[in-house]
């Protein structure tokens, strides 16, 4: 009897879903584990500010290759054979991490890392909306938008705690990866494919991401909030450790992980909350908190106060997540099943543009300004892009309101 559109052919959804989800936060995971280790880095190898931004900017670049070649692959090919080619990836970058003495070997961690999550991404964000539970079908989006979070807080905290209080934590951080690596491959191989299209022939054929010209305007609103959401994201992950060593007046490399841990561990509680939400008074929520935690964290730098910048920090971190659940939720609506895949990829061509090119601008400022006064000028554009990102999305909501639609 043939499958359903859009169902595994073979396996229990559950299962298939969580594997899936697995695979998200361990990806999100492994690629913040090296932003707790830049301080260690940097102090080793002698790497200024913004060779520290350029090494993080690899990494999104590779995954913005990964997106723009491989992007809309798992909605031809599956969902399946895609996750499984990322992980190995995965495997094989975290043994050049394990490996790395130096900036180069570092680059070309970093560079095979980024093809992983970018090969992976649209399969998965597709995947996670296809295998929802029947009876929370909203929860797809959900794991979505937390799991990126999630991840990235459990990777500073945990790199965090390593680097300060375990042997060789340049090399354990990677190999116990490859480990969760691993398992999650045999789970991947083993869940049902769920993609309707799928058996098709692979080709690696570059292309653009495109967005269905009928939901461009409300995408271009939605993504607008994404973009401010990610520059904050990309800030933090690259320059945020170095930020909260100097403020906190510790060497403790613990502190800089647990930085980038409260920002995520925030942004996850604030989803947690506002998971039944309407998603577009989610983002409006997520925005006027995005706001806020910017003018504490500019509070913080003025008066070099350790305790302000650290409530500063659960604030964006709320405001970060709620914004983000909202904008991915409300776009996650727009696309089509045989298009999601390619849609899910066009999100994150635009977050991991917001991650890279803002946070390498900030690493070469560093350098002739200072890391305080480089911080100050972008934590005040940053709110700029989060002020328009809330009037759009507000206008947004209104005009939905009027047709009677909901999004």
Do not use: K
Request: charged share 10%; glycine share 14%.
């Amino acid at each position: 009897m043939p499958q359903a559109a859009g169902r595994p052919a073979a396996g229990p959804r559950p299962s298939g879903f969580w594997v899936v989800g697995a695979v998200l936060v361990l990806l999100m995971l492994s690629s913040s584990v090296p932003s707790a280790l830049y301080v260690l880095y940097q102090q080793r190898w002698g790497l200024s500010a913004g060779v520290v931004t350029v090494v993080f900017a690899v990494y999104a670049v590779t995954v913005l290759a990964g997106l723009l070649l491989f992007g809309s692959l798992s909605d031809t090919l599956g969902r399946r054979p895609v996750l499984g080619a990322g992980l190995v990836l995965a495997i094989v970058s975290m043994g050049l991490f394990a490996g790395a003495g130096g900036l180069g070997l570092l680059l070309a961690a970093r560079a095979v890392q980024g093809l992983a999550v970018g090969l992976a991404t649209g399969a998965m964000g597709a995947a996670l909306l296809e295998l929802s539970p029947r009876s929370r079908p909203a929860l797809g989006a959900q794991v979505n938008s937390a799991g990126p979070t999630v991840g990235i807080g459990l990777g500073g905290l945990g790199a965090g705690l390593l680097v300060q209080y375990a042997p060789a934590p340049t090399v354990l951080s990677y190999l116990l990866l490859v480990v969760a690596f691993a398992v999650t491959l045999v789970g991947v191989v083993r869940m049902g494919e769920s993609a309707p299209g799928a058996g098709g022939r692979f080709r690696v054929v570059p292309h653009r991401i495109r967005v269905p010209a009928a939901v461009r305007r409300r995408f271009a609103v939605l993504v607008l909030t994404v973009v401010a959401v990610w520059t904050v994201g990309g800030f933090y992950l690259s320059l945020g450790p170095h930020l909260a060593l100097s403020l906190l007046h510790t060497t403790n490399y613990l502190a800089g992980g647990a930085t980038v841990a409260l920002l995520a561990g925030s942004a996850t509680c604030a989803q947690l909350l506002l998971g039944r939400t309407e998603p577009l008074r989610t983002a409006v929520l997520g925005l006027l908190g995005l706001l806020a935690g910017l003018a504490l964290v500019l509070l913080a730098l003025g008066l070099g106060s350790a305790p302000v910048f650290l409530v500063a920090t659960a604030v964006l971190g709320s405001g970060w997540g709620a914004a983000f659940l909202g904008s991915f939720r409300a776009i996650s609506t727009l696309a089509e099943p045989e298009h999601r895949g390619e849609l899910t990829a066009a999100v994150y061509v635009f977050a991991y543009l917001a991650m890279s090119v803002p946070a390498v601008l900030a690493g070469l400022l560093t350098n002739i300004h200072g890391l305080q006064r480089t911080s100050v000028g972008f934590m005040a554009a940053v709110a700029a892009v989060c002020a328009l990102a809330l009037f759009t999305t507000l206008r947004l909501a209104a005009r939905t309101r009027a047709e009677g639609s909901t999004l």
